[in-house]
């Protein structure tokens, strides 16, 4: 046996402090609740039951858990978690065997830990609370609907649902940089060779020649110097820009800048002000469809959607419906947001039916995201291929300008 600590309320609301003797918490669990208290914390002490040897074991769930826990592993945790609700398992069972199943690390012991929470009266949303870097403010607030509706495995499978359809939209979008950045990076590792071994060779001969060179000739022979001489300041100045832009996006005139300029973009911008406008119609459906209040639910989003421009006419939003306007009139005064997207969330109201307009809405944006995605494919791989095309031009014209004008000169 083993004595367990813990804390509980009674019938009349009072709270209690004691220890009870027990196999395991569990069956400590179901002795409290039997004498009818409700426990809210519960912690095995270090001291054995009725004096014997044996001392306690020792609460697991420790180590490391501020490591990063990938998009990947949390999708799947949650549609397992979603399945075996489903299926009616107890959620500490449930809990139990996704942890053991995970491989050992930060994700596996932050599981341990919400195992031991609820197993000593937490609920999940307060266990998984705890952990803001893994489960965001959204996770925690649609497992709180749904406990409070009884309907948590219903709110998981939605969860889920919106996980993999946000990281399938992230992916697309990072797969389409894909082939522009290594076209980059090469053509960057060409030219640099071309720089550093070839033209030097082509500077001995031109200085052996004793001749005037054209001007082409002469500013390509002054850029494989500085590179050549300076090569090593650019990884530098690259470092400096980015320290830059991280310390201005830390202001909120800076962060709001940047944010303005992501959005103004040729293709790019379209890309941003879409795929962030479909986050936020696809998380306030969520939560929405999930119970969470609307205000609340704005709350949330306005702090997910990763846009300081959104976030801001978001804010305005929540002022104005707190003063008993609608969603869409202030969304529309914003200026931020489309008129059709406006008038979809109107007819959403009106019918009712606001959480199933803005998830077709994000289903639409989407399918947009997808169609710009693609453009911009097609348009950056011309202009690379262009791009290099001239540089390589200017090269060779630029080094057989002297020796084209030294034939002339002979014949």
């Not at 402090?17 to 002795?31: G, H, L, M, V, Y």
């Not at 592993?73 to 199943?101: C, H, N």
């Not at 919400?114 to 893994?134: N, R």
């Not at 939209?169 to 940089?177: C, E, F």
């Amino acid at each position: 046996m083993a004595v367990f600590e813990y804390e509980a309320i009674g019938p009349g609301g009072q709270k209690k402090r004691s220890t009870i003797e027990a196999a395991n918490q569990a069956e400590a669990i179901k002795q409290l609740r039997s004498r009818g208290l409700k426990p809210t914390k519960m912690r095995e002490s270090n001291k054995a039951a009725g004096g014997a040897g044996g001392g306690a074991k020792k609460k697991k769930g420790g180590g490391i858990f501020g490591g990063k826990v990938s998009q990947a592993d949390l999708v799947q945790f949650t549609q397992q978690l979603a399945t075996l609700q489903d299926a009616g398992l107890p959620i500490v069972r449930s809990l139990k065997i996704l942890a053991e199943q995970m491989n050992p690390g930060t994700f596996q012991n932050q599981l341990n830990q919400v195992t031991e929470d609820v197993e000593g009266g937490s609920t999940l949303s307060e266990a998984l609370e705890k952990y803001p870097k893994t489960f965001d403010t959204l996770f925690v607030a649609m497992v709180k609907a749904g406990e409070a509706g009884g309907v948590l495995d219903t709110i998981l499978q939605r969860l889920s649902d919106f996980q993999e359809k946000s990281m399938k939209l992230r992916k697309k979008v990072q797969g389409a940089m894909v082939y522009p950045v290594a076209v980059i990076c090469v053509a960057a590792l060409i030219l640099g060779f071309i720089m550093t071994q070839v033209i030097p060779q082509f500077q001995k001969m031109f200085a052996d020649m004793n001749t005037a060179l054209p001007g082409p000739t002469q500013a390509l022979l002054g850029f494989a110097e500085a590179v050549q001489g300076y090569w090593w300041a650019a990884p530098l100045v690259i470092m400096a820009m980015v320290a830059s832009l991280k310390a201005l996006g830390r202001t909120n005139a800076g962060e709001l800048m940047i944010d303005k300029s992501k959005l103004s973009a040729p293709i790019f911008g379209q890309i941003v002000k879409k795929s962030t406008v479909s986050r936020f119609c696809r998380t306030l459906g969520t939560l929405i469809s999930s119970g969470v209040p609307i205000l609340e639910a704005l709350e949330i989003v306005r702090a997910a959607v990763g846009n300081r421009v959104i976030s801001d006419a978001i804010e305005s939003v929540c002022g104005s419906i707190r003063e008993g306007e609608t969603i869409a009139e202030p969304l529309g005064n914003s200026g931020v947001f489309d008129p059709l997207l406006v008038n979809m969330i109107d007819i959403g109201e009106e019918t009712g039916e606001l959480d199933k307009m803005l998830n077709k809405i994000s289903d639409n944006y989407d399918l947009d995201v997808d169609v710009l995605v693609d453009s911009l494919s097609s348009l950056l791989e011309p202009v690379l291929i262009v791009g290099m095309g001239g540089a390589v031009g200017f090269i060779v014209v630029a080094l057989f300008m002297p020796l084209l004008s030294i034939i002339e000169k002979v014949g």
